[in-house]
Each structure stands twice: as structure tokens, then as C-alpha cells.
């Protein structure tokens, strides 16, 4: 075991400060690379070594499984085997042990259970499930839980919002006669337990003498409540995260959780990290530049040790001259000994992977996609690739079987299984088969109609038609536009407007032939070494030595889809951030002047993001201001003589500085 200075040794000022603290309520606000888990661990291994709290007395929550499992075995090499016994899990895992320490032992619904249950109500209430699909309305009824708003909560407005309420209520008294919960609801329910059973509230808070949150501005609003359920006044509770990161709005995390946690908990001292471990300084400044524009936050300037990074802004003239310039950069890097593991392409949206995949491939890179699949393994893109297929060559039975499998449109399990038998029957393709069904009047009448609506799909497209027009037209008649935009799945409907760029549109076979190169993307697969392709929401938390930032375009990034709000724009100048922190050594941020669409080239506009980091003062450096060195760290302008700041350092005395010092920051 470690003694108790070593633990304390280990850290710098501001963490020891952090660690130290243990009367009170606590923010750590934990800037990027600040080493946050380093400071939460060794703060719960040091209340442990000093008796502050038993193991069995301290709760840590985390969002995934992997971050508690970390946390856990750091605080086991820190101290032992004296960690076993504290309560360190995810919200939901803590949440299901309270609900089972309780007397509560619910089985718990996957999302494929919750998908199956919903479907049996809508068939029970007559719903047409081509035009409410169960995601879609799981995905409406987790919105309301989110919210914590029980179905009697919910207007009639609307009919769709009548459906709502009656489908998530029969869904919740279907759930509770099985003696099963969903995801969404082991908070929801343990939240309930507490406000309904004192008791039980008053045993959990008094028993936690220490609760733990990692990540607060993840949290949101049942997880918001939860916490506040187990705080009793007597205890403490100690927040760590950072505002500058909160990027998932879109999953119900609350900004302002965070924003607000010192005002809400008594007797609360608020500790920031931003000694940063991972970034040069030169990238530190332009990422304290950017967020400083941002109003909803804790002033912070991040600095690091680190000097000498590089960083690259490049305007291309097309889409496709940017993943050309990306790709040579990372042959460039890989002469001089980098590894291709230390490289990442970042992008805001999963559609944008398709053309650097394209120039991977064609300059035989090794690549890997964190967080989705492939751009030709994705579901939508192979489904309307097996319509064109079929197009072409109507006996390719398997592009048949795909086409109709692609989304509800009436033909099920049965009449497959006639088209097969008669297919087999005659030695003839699956497409003759169904064809002659039709004619010779052995089908129902529904069935006739779904396989003839299919059918005549096909029959009515021209093939000497572009490419574009023709995967609109199969999108359109085929119900698969209805079908993904009913379940709000736009990322989907982008991958498909995306594939329209993926080779010539003039001519469908050599459409399909131009495809074939990403095909051979599998060949690449026996390599040690990948460049890592991801979005920057799937970038969170990891790191790379260098960073390649792309598609810094208005309506690209920030994105088109948002409402324009002050707020929304604030949330993708923090995904931008999040997006510049992870590089360590190297970073390039691109944009193209003009991107493809349907065969022409539309005019982009370049991001309001790179105006801002393009301009480094963040304020006007005058008699008075405080700054940050990196050699000699802070410091207070005493003067300022033509091109010379004369600065008073806290550790080094007076120093005479160049004003373009890049090592120089405004904090």
C-alpha cells in the first residue's frame, strides 16, 4: 500500500486542491486532458486512506461500464483491496441494485423487447405500422420519460399525440402486469421509490456519506433528480466534468446541471482543472479562443508544458481535393515514422466518411470507422444498391430477397416463402416467380397488392435515366423515404443522398462498377495499423497524436439541421472544441470551397468557427492583465512598449515577452 504523501505527490496544485477538499460540496470543473479520472480516483483512494468514509459508505456514477471498471481497478492500485466494496457503477446499474437491495426484482426489456411489446399494441389498436413504426414511437415515449412525464401528463392536441398517449400507457401497464422495467425506466422507477418511500430515501442517503458523479454534464434529467434524491445535507456530493464538453443535447443531457450544481448544493467550492496533459500549447490556444466565444459557461484558458504543435488551415476547392489533401497528409506523416494509429479523421455527420473512404482505399491506407459501420456496409445504402442491382439484372435473387426485406411493405415471412417454392418449382429467377403469382391468382388479396406495388416499381423506373433520378424515384415509390423519414432518421436518408456521390451518375451500370472499388475495402483489413474515421461525438475521450477536422462549413458544421438557436450554435462551438482537443501533436482543419450534390458542384460557405479561431486575442493585452506562459507560466502584465509585454511572473520574476509570443495566452 502507498502512503498517504505519495498518493498527494503524484498531483499538481489544483488537483491536490481538488482531492484535498472533503467538508463540502464540490464542482471540479475538468478541463480537456486535465486528467479528471486521475483526480477522482486519487480523491476517493485518499478519503479512504484517511478514514473519512468506509467503502461500503462512498458512491461513484458513471455513464459507461468501461469508465467504472477503470475507475475501480485505478482505485485498487492506489490502495488495495479496500475498494471492492464501494458502490462504483453506471446510473442505471446502481439504480437496478437499489431497486433489487429493495425487494424489486424486475426483468429488463432490451430495445428489441420494447420494439416487439409496441408492435402488439399497435396491432391491437389497428395502427398502421407503415406510418408509426415502433422505433419511432419508443423513441417519442423515451422523450416523455426523459421529461419524467407520466402518459396523464400528456396533451390531446393532436391524433398523434392522442396515439402517443394511449400506446405509452398501455405500454406502461404492459410493462408493470410483466414485472419488467425498459432501460429508461430503472431511474425512473428508483426515483419513484424514493419520493413515495422516506425510508428508503433517508437509508441510501445517510448510508452514502460521499457521492461520486463523473461526467455531470452528461447528466440528465432523471439522473439530475436521482442524485438530488440522495443528497441529505449531511453528505457530499462532488461533481466532475466540463460545460466546454457537453455535446449531447440530443440524448437529453442538461447543460445546466452543471452550470447550476453550486448554486443548488450548500456550502459548495468550485476547483478547475486546466493544466492540460495531452495538447501542445499552440492548440490550446486556439481552442480557449473558440469556446471563449460561448456565454453559457465557467471561464477557463487551458494551458500545457507541451510546445511545438502544428497546426494547418486548408481551403480546398472540392470535397474531393480536401480527402485528397487529407490522405496525402497522412502519407506525408507516415514517412516521417508516424503511425497510422495515431492518425483520426473527424467529421460532424456519419455520411461524410464516403469519400475519404473512397481515397483511403485508392491510396491502399488501412482505415477502421469507430462508432458505425462502413459507408457500403450501412443498412439503407446496401438496401437501395440490392433496388439498382435488381434493376439491371432481374434474376439476382439475392438483391431480390434484400429489396424486400428493406423496410414493412406488406410481404412477410409466408408469401416469401410461396415466391421461393415456385421459384425452385419452375428454375426461374425469384422476380419471374413473383411475377407469375400475380398472374395465375393463387395469393390473397393483400399479399397480390404488395408484391404487385413492388413489381411495378421496378417496371415503371428507367434505366436510361441518371443515377440520382433513379434511386429518388425507387426511394419515392417504394415507401423507403416514408419509411426512414417517419422514424426521423436522417442520418439514414443522408447516407442515401450521399451515394449519389459515390461514382458517375450518367450511366447505373458503371454506376455499380465505380463501386466495386470500395468493395476491395476488405483487403486492406489484414493490417496492424488503422486511420481511424469516426464523428466527433464518437471522439470523445480518446486522443491521437494527429487530427484532421474536416467539413468546417456552414450548414455542415455548425449543422443545417439546427433551429439556429444562440444555444444550438453554443452546443456545436463545444463539438468543435471537443473536436480540436483531441489532437495532441498535429492538427488540420479543412473545408472545401464547393461539394458535390446529384452530380454538380454546390458553392460552400466557410464555418463562422474558423473566423473565430483564426483571430488569437481574446482581449486587448494591457497594464493589468492576467496571462499564462509556458515557459514560465502565470503571470500579470506590468507594461506594454511598442512590440515588448514586461510581465511579473508568480514563480519567475519579471521577463520582457514579444506580444506574438506563441507561447503567450490571455487568461
Known sequence: MQQKSSIINQLNESQKQAVLECSCNLLIIAGAGSG?????????????????????????????????????????NLIGDRAKSMWIGTFHSIALRILRNEGFKPTIYDTKDQENLIKEILKRLNVDQKKYTPKAILSKISLHKLNMKKPSDLDESTP?????????????????????????????????????????????????????IDEYQDTNYPQYLFVRLLYNGKNHVCAVGDEDQSIYSFRGAKVENIMRFDKEYDNCKVIKLTKNYRSTQEILNIANVLISKNNFRNKKTLHSDKIGGKITLKELPTDSDEAGFVVQSILNLQDKGESLN???????????????????????????????????????????LAYLRLLL?????????????????????A??????EHAQKKDISLFEAAEELIKNGKLTKKQENALANLINTFKSIDTNSTVDKIIDTIMEKSGYKNYLAEKSDYDRISNVEELKNAGELNNLESFLDSLSLLDYSDDLNNSAEFVKLMTIHAAKGLE?????????????????????????????????????????????????????????????????????????????????????????GKGTVLGKEDNLLTINFENNGIKKVLTKDRNLTVI
Open 393 to 413: 439484372n432481374p434474376k439476382d435473387n439475392v438483391s431480390f430477397l434484400r429489396a424486400i426485406s428493406s423496410h414493412p411493405m406488406g410481404i412477410g415471412k
Open 342 to 384: 495515431n492518425m483520426a479523421i473527424l467529421y460532424r455527420t456519419n455520411y461524410q466518411s464516403r469519400i475519404f473512404e473512397e481515397y483511403l482505399i485508392r491510396s491502399s491506407i488501412p482505415y477502421s470507422i469507430i462508432g458505425s459501420k462502413k459507408f457500403l456496409d450501412r443498412k439503407e445504402v446496401k438496401d437501395i
Open 544 to 632: 491521437f497524436n494527429t487530427v484532421f477536422v474536416v467539413g468546417l462549413e456552414e450548414g455542415l458544421f455548425p449543422n443545417g439541421s439546427l433551429k439556429r438557436k444562440e444555444l444550438d450554435i453554443e452546443e456545436e462551438r463545444r463539438l468543435f472544441y471537443v473536436a480540436i482537443t483531441r489532437a495532441k501533436t498535429n492538427l488540420f482543419i479543412s473545408h472545401a470551397q464547393f461539394r458535390r450534390k446529384n452530380n454538380q458542384y454546390i458553392p460552400s460557405k466557410p464555418s463562422r468557427f474558423l473566423d473565430e479561431i483564426k483571430s488569437k486575442e481574446q482581449k486587448e493585452i494591457k497594464r493589468g492583465v492576467k496571462v499564462y506562459h509556458v515557459i514560465y
Open 415 to 420: 408469401l416469401v416463402g410461396k415466391i421461393t
Open 36 to 76: 479528471k479520472t486521475k483526480t477522482l480516483t486519487h480523491k476517493i483512494a485518499y478519503i479512504l486512506q484517511n478514514s473519512y468514509a468506509k467503502p461500503w459508505e462512498i458512491l461513484a456514477l458513471t455513464f459507461t461500464n468501461k469508465a467504472a471498471n477503470e475507475m475501480k481497478e485505478r482505485i485498487k
Open 160 to 212: 398523434y399525440n392522442i396515439l402517443i398517449k394511449r400506446v405509452y400507457k398501455t405500454y406502461e401497464d404492459e410493462l408493470e402486469k410483466a414485472n419488467t422495467v425498459d432501460f429508461d425506466n430503472i431511474i425512473i422507477k428508483t426515483i419513484e421509490l424514493f419520493e413515495n418511500n422516506e425510508e428508503i430515501r433517508k437509508k441510501y442517503s445517510e448510508r452514502f456519506k460521499y457521492i461520486f
